[in-house]
C-alpha cells in the first residue's frame, strides 16, 4: 500500500532560526496537503499542491511538490513560538482513493 | 458553521466497559473519517465513510472496535470491551467532496482506560 513517510521525526530550533520538513512518498502522488496541529489541538489543514513542482507560500511558510510529484517540502523562515506544533503531511495516490497522512515532524522552538 | 462536533471530550473508563465516542460532521459533508492518535503510533485512520457507507475499515485494530454512520450528520465509534492499550485521542473528520479531500477535524476525545 502506499506509504507516506516525513522527517525528522522531531525538529528543535532557537527562535528566528529557519525549520524544513521533508515528506516522501512510496508512490506518485495526485496531490498533497499539509496539516498544522499545536499541542493539545487537533489538525488543521494548512495547503494543498496539485501540480509537479508547485510552490505555494503562506507568510513565512514555504511549500514544494517535488518534479516527480513524490515528496514536499514546508520551509518555515525566521520561526516563532507560535509555529510549535506537529506538521503533517497528507498525500492521495494516483489509485488510491484516500489521503494517507505521514507520521509528523513536532518543531520545539525555543525562545 | 459550527464546524466537527465530538462527545465526550474526555472519558475515563475502566477496562473491560464499553465505551462509545460521537461525531457530527459539518453539514453538507460526504466523508466521515475516525483517526486514534497515540504518541508510538502517530495518526492512524481507523475507518472512513463516504455517503454513510462504510468504505475502508482496514485500520479498525480488532473486533472490538465497531463504527457506525446511521444517517449524514451522525457517527459513532464503539469500543467493547476497552483495554488499556486503546487509551489515545480519537478524532473525527468530515470532508466534502469525498476521502482525498480536505479534511476538517473535530476537537477529538481524550480516552483514558484505567
Known amino acids: 500500500g502506499q506509504q507516506v513517510m516525513q522527517i525528522p521525526q522531531y525538529q528543535h530550533v532557537q527562535e528566528g532560526e529557519d525549520f524544513t520538513t521533508y515528506c516522501n512518498s512510496s508512490?506518485?502522488?495526485?496531490?498533497i496537503q499539509w496539516y498544522k496541529q499545536r499541542p493539545g489541538g487537533h489538525p488543521v489543514f494548512l495547503i494543498q499542491?496539485?501540480?509537479?513542482?508547485e510552490v505555494k507560500k503562506q507568510k513565512r511558510l514555504t511549500f514544494q511538490f517535488g518534479e516527480a510529484k513524490k515528496n514536499s517540502s514546508l520551509h518555515i523562515t525566521a520561526t516563532q513560538t507560535t509555529d510549535v506544533g506537529t506538521y503533517f503531511c497528507?498525500?492521495?495516490?494516483?489509485?488510491?482513493?484516500?489521503?494517507?497522512f505521514g507520521q509528523g515532524t513536532i518543531l520545539t522552538v525555543h525562545p | 458553521d459550527a464546524g466537527v462536533i465530538q462527545s465526550p471530550r474526555h472519558e475515563v473508563t475502566e477496562m473491560g466497559q464499553e465505551v462509545t465516542l460521537r461525531c457530527k460532521p459539518i453539514?453538507?459533508?460526504?466523508?466521515l473519517f475516525w483517526y486514534r492518535q497515540t504518541m508510538m503510533r502517530g495518526l492512524e485512520l481507523l475507518i472512513y465513510?463516504?455517503?454513510?457507507?462504510?468504505?475502508?475499515d482496514s485500520g479498525m485494530p480488532e473486533d472490538r472496535f465497531s463504527a457506525k454512520m446511521p444517517n449524514a450528520s451522525f457517527s459513532t465509534l464503539k469500543i467493547q470491551p476497552s483495554e488499556p492499550r486503546d487509551s489515545a485521542v480519537y478524532f473525527c473528520?468530515?470532508?466534502?467532496?469525498?476521502?482525498?479531500?480536505?479534511?476538517?477535524f473535530g476537537p477529538g476525545t481524550r480516552l483514558t482506560v484505567l
Open positions: 473528520a468530515s470532508s466534502f467532496r469525498g476521502p482525498a479531500d480536505t479534511q476538517y
Open positions: 508512490t506518485t502522488l495526485s496531490n
Open positions: 499542491l496539485v501540480k509537479s513542482g
Open positions: 497528507a498525500g492521495r495516490g494516483t489509485s488510491y482513493g484516500k489521503l494517507t
Open positions: 453539514s453538507g459533508h460526504n466523508s
Open positions: 465513510f463516504n455517503n454513510n457507507v462504510p468504505i475502508d
